[in-house]
């Protein structure tokens, strides 16, 4: 993308005081102040300060020591697949830290615990678990999304219902703090930081090394879809509803994973169950949910097969890891806050009937609970521990996304939320959602007040900055 020079930061110049610190911290490696940008939603503009991509932790400590005597807010990056740019650090003049480089990998046969670099990708997780003892964690199916920033916002994937969120997976981290201080944090060493890592760590530090306890990959999973074709509102919104009513039961097999997707052409419940065709076809999935479903399961006898399909998936659903201008919004729901029937009427006539102002727009609903719920609230900072299925919505725009389009999606949501008054639905924050008007609060709920205590512990002069990071108490700016 092109570069307009005039939002530059002073710090971007050179002879600042941070070129000049970080040109002495990496002298074997290239600096980028004005390109290699390389933003995920291109709606959001950003301009970064400095980019620098340490090649161990002691340079990522430098960074972050360069940016704070310079006066400059930092953000670490692994996929860069953050919904607002906020791993470049959401608005212009940050220092990113870009971890890259960071992709240590290594297995205990003991213990099968991993230890894993901060900058390596789902897709390179994957093959190095499956190579090193045919091991896994649970994690999303985007490939291309960076441990980093997933890990350590919750990690939800098809398997989470069965193995909790990819965080759960986490033993031990090792982290540089705002003050450049390397350190480790678990159970039992620096609990406080321990806890604010899983759940927002990029406003307490850079991770730079992850230890995963993994699991043995599944056998055998089944992955199934049930395409409506489109047809009136009433028929989607009925198809929802047997939907609801399925993923609802408190005696659920831990084994299904589903989502609901609305597309422009019709409405798809698809998902993975981990388990044999025999044990799938117990579900009588496509029984309960009635006739008028095309249906389609195919059985895959090993894991790879089964993730590179996720990824497949991923693609049809615009979630892949290409750049694009985009909007997104997200509501989470609980067992005791499902969607009247009245109310799914409502949506569905909405979806059908408003002006979207694009073609490319889909609407998730994506079943979690299980593992993900049985972890306390107050374990780590991950705040929806009691979610049952999380709305996702995309649309993509041409360039920018049109006021039409965005009131769209605020639709779905508003729509939602006049059905169900009282309401305190929550957001998951790695659905970014910068037009949140009290960002934090929906992300983290309950556990917002100690994140603040820990941040005025760990980072007083707020070092780690986004828009919507951890702010210190008293301070909503």
Known sequence: MGINTSTLSPQSQP?????????SAFADAPIDYTAQIHAYNLDYPVYPAAIVRPKTTEQVSAAVQCAVKAGVKVQPRSGGHSFANYCLGGTDGALVVDLINLQKFEM????????????TLLGDITKRMHNEGGRAIAHGTCPQVGIGGHATIG?????SRQWGSSLDHIREVEVVLANGTITRANDSFQPDLYFAIRGAAASFGIVTEFVFQTNPEPPATVQYSYTFVAGDYKTQAKAFSQWQSIIAQPNLDRKLASMLTVTPVGLIISGTYFGTRAEFNLLNL???L??????????FNDWLSSTLNWAEQEAINLLGGIPAAFYSKSLAFRPDTLIPDSGLQSLFKFIHDANKGTLAWVVIFDLEGGAVNDVPLNASAYAHRDTLFYLQSYAIGLGKISQTTRNFLDGINNVIKQAMPGIDFGAYAGYVDAHLPNG???????NYPRLQQIKAQLDPQEVFWNPQ???LPGNAN
């Not at 990690?155 to 398997?159: A, E, S």
């Not at 006739?291 to 195919?298: D, F, M």
């Open 290 to 299: 009635g006739p008028g479903a095309l249906a389609k399961v195919n059985v």
């Open 108 to 119: 205990d046969r003991t213990t099968w615990k991993a230890t894993v670099g901060g900058g």
């Open 469 to 471: 990071s951890v702010r």
């Open 15 to 23: 002879g600042s005081a941070l070129q000049t610190c970080l040109t």
């Open 286 to 288: 496509g029984g309960q």
């Open 440 to 446: 934090q609060q929906d992300y983290w709920g309950a």
């Open 155 to 159: 990690g939800l994937g098809p398997i």
